[in-house]
């Protein structure tokens, strides 16, 4: 899609979107009723939870410990259930 | 379950060729797969992907997940698509349009996808010898248009289409082997993986795409929507499913079985039924007719991984011993008499015979040379 | 220069397809368009055209490996007839909307059941509205002709969209004909490389194919539709072109004899050649007779074709498919675009040579006759089947 307003007139040939990943404009966090709440004081850092996440939005900070992106964290609890020192809470969004 | 070094990121490539803020259902296990294939392939790939969860959960215009070059156009024919996109590349670089160098030509898709409207063209570009690699990402049933059942649904299972009822225990059928289909177009490169293995499918993934030629891997995706469980149990489903037999992963390389995971011994399967939805309405004589059904399976592959390599004859499981073969071990045919003699030190030359030694009484154990 | 020589028509189009330099060819046999494939084939394989051709077990891949190839920057080319086409059905669609310019040898063909390998439009109007060009040839030459205009106009990145090259099973795919075959310096000036919008390459990654919800598709179909039509414009500069290089004429509609005529007869396809003996028999008569022929079906020329039949009193049109349940489709299209006309023709509407049946020089004659006595007397408003028993 070329830049502009979403009309017809803007497409690129057969419909082609030519920025690569711009889905990540998209918010998936709405869908989330739990979100992941990390014990760092129990984290070795091993970094489970980055290569389970299905969306992925955990990374890693400075300090190497490990944050979700809630912008995108749809709540699965996989972080939670595979950390290897149980570091991970999923707590109820109420509950903030 | 897979052994993995600790600080895991440090091991795998940080990119990530599948942008967040896709689509996909809450936990799960196909995205997850996708996104390691992606992380093994790099940025060096082209993609045609089949119609199905991941088109749809990745590429809602004006938007795409993806990061690398891919191409949707229907439901049964990636394969077809792949084998075009690979043509074209490879009289694009002899007329020098396009640089020299590979670039892997991939094509995906779910288990209906493969192993049903789309196995024609899957089995067209195997037999031609596209250099591909096909990814079959098998969630066990049309999860995108609502459970329905696939030839890739497992026995006992409940989808919409084949729901257990008064007359119904639900799916009636065995699931379709897909990798040993792939296997039977004597390609270089099948496997099997799990997205609960994230280290050994990105191993496998990356081995299939270098290998020249077609290659297929046969992916397990946990379903949560589809098989009814807790989203966060996704990695623990698919463990279940590899350490019950239920699900083994494996390699056929050139002809050759290697099991990637042996077990001396495996969970009951009852432990991954169990934990699922799609799977309540089984009584335990159902479990037990799974289970036995798992392990007949399970050595049935025991003894294609045997049988790899070997020089010397091996025992062949009463459930793939042919006629021919019966005979000869009961010493019925001449022929039969004289190798069975001859491989187990007897002269037959002349009337009489002596053992040289005592012969060695033959185990009807199957699993024998299964284990390495 | 060109030279002239004698060959079979499918050998013609292969022969049209080589001078294009085109660079992967995916097909499945099927009569009567399989000489066509067959003898590319035998070109790539001994090295006469530097090309993949992937001989596909399907016509479903056929089309969908020249989806994928033509997608990955080749210039991609098929060749497909009657039952093949449906099965590429799905694909053509795909093609079209996602602006991709394969070019298709269509060797028309009837549709089962019962099964038929004989010859007539039953498969190109089942797939009229898939958003291809459309054009119908009637000769070897024509063919040999609009295959190197399907490439050039197709591929120009104002137009982008897959071309079909009509010509009929077995009249012409299996004839012997003298035609003129282009060099190769003339048909490099005529059709430059193909140079596509996006195409799929790691160093620029583009995502093709997504998925259009209902705040979207809309767009995506008016885009579509709006850039089929601005075709025309391109189209007529290929055939301006054309007749530069080569010094053959062609239109979007193309009259014989039409000049004050009072009857026009209308063909699409082969038989417009025994219409043409028809009009100048007639002629000869000192009847006012003449022949207006559809060479460009879709996007479907009505101002062209208002503007051929004006003045004639009766317009006769010959089907060689049937739309069950309605009208023949080429008659259907003429009443829609000369429905706003003030002042339009009576038309009379016959469908014939269904199924490899020939219509021949009588049968023409009868047409002309019956069709000037249906209007006559008002009662054109059924069709009539040409030599039905």
Known sequence: MADGPLTWKNFIGGFVVDKPGNAAEYQTGGWRSQKPVWDNTKCIKCGVCYIYCPEPCIRQTAEGYFESDLFYCKGCGICARECWTNAIKMVQEEEV | ?372 | MSHRTGLEVSHAAAEAVKLARVEVVAAYPITPNTHVPERIAEMVANGELDAEFIPVESEHSAMSACVGSSAAGARTFTATSGQGLELMHEVMSVASSMRLPIVLSLANRALSSPLSVWGDHSDVMAIRDCGWIQVFAENGQQTFDLLLWAFRVGEDPRVSFPVIVNFDGFHVTHVIEPVFIADQAEVDRYLPPFKPNAVLDPRRPVTMGAYGPPFIYSETKKAQDFALHQAKEVMLQGFAEFEKIFGRKYNFVETYKAEGAKVLLMVIGSFAETAMDLVDKLREKGEAVGLVRIRLWRPFPQEELRQAVRGAETLIVLDRAMCFGTLAPVVSEVKAALYPEEKRPRIVSFVGGLGGRDVRLEEFEYMVKRGIELAQKGQEEAYETIGIR
């Open chain 2, 1 to 372: 379950m897979e052994k993995f070094s600790i600080y895991a990121p440090r091991l795998v490539n940080p990119e990530e060729n599948f942008a967040p803020g896709h689509r996909a259902c809450i936990g799960c296990g196909e995205v997850l797969a996708v996104r390691y294939a992606l992380k093994a392939l790099g940025p060096n790939v082209i993609a045609a992907n089949a119609t199905g969860c991941m088109e749809i959960i990745s590429s809602c215009l004006p938007t795409t997940s993806w990061k690398i070059p891919w191409i949707h156009v229907l439901f049964e024919n990636a394969s077809a698509v792949i084998s075009g996109v690979e043509a074209a590349r490879k009289v694009l670089a002899r007329r020098g349009k396009i640089p020299p160098g590979r670039v892997f030509c991939l094509a995906m898709g779910g288990d209906g996808a493969t192993s049903d409207i789309g196995l024609q063209s899957l089995s067209g570009a195997l037999e031609r010898g596209h250099d591909f690699l096909y990814i079959c990402f098998d969630n066990e049933a049309y999860m995108n248009t609502g459970v329905q059942r696939s030839s890739s649904t497992p026995y006992g299972a409940s989808t919409t289409t084949a729901p257990p009822g008064k007359l119904s225990i639900g799916q009636w059928s065995q699931k379709k082997n897909m990798a040993a289909i792939a296997a039977a177009h004597n390609i270089p490169y099948v496997a099997t993986a799990c997205s609960s293995y994230p280290f050994d499918l990105m191993a496998k993934v990356k081995k299939a795409a270098e290998v020249k030629g077609p290659a297929y891997v046969h992916v397990l995706s946990v379903c949560p929507t589809g098989w009814r469980h807790a989203t966060d149990i996704t990695i623990q489903m698919g463990r279940l499913a590899v350490e019950s037999g239920i699900f083994p992963l494996y390699e056929v390389e050139n002809g050759r079985y290697k099991l990637t995971f042996d077990f001396p011994k495996l969970r009951p399967v009852k432990q991954y039924l169990k934990l699922q939805g799609r799977f309540r309405h089984l009584k335990d004589e159902e479990m037990d007719k799974i289970q036995k059904q798992v392990d007949k399976e399970w050595l049935k592959l025991k003894s294609l991984v045997g049988m790899a390599g070997e020089k010397k004859p091996v025992p062949v499981p009463a459930q793939v011993e042919g006629r021919a073969q019966r005979a000869e071990r009961k010493g019925q045919s001449a022929k039969g008499k004289a190798q069975r003699a001859k491989r187990q030190g007897l002269k037959t030359s002349g009337t009489k015979t002596t053992p040289t030694r005592r012969p060695r009484k033959k185990s009807k154990k199957v699993s024998r040379r299964g284990k390495k």
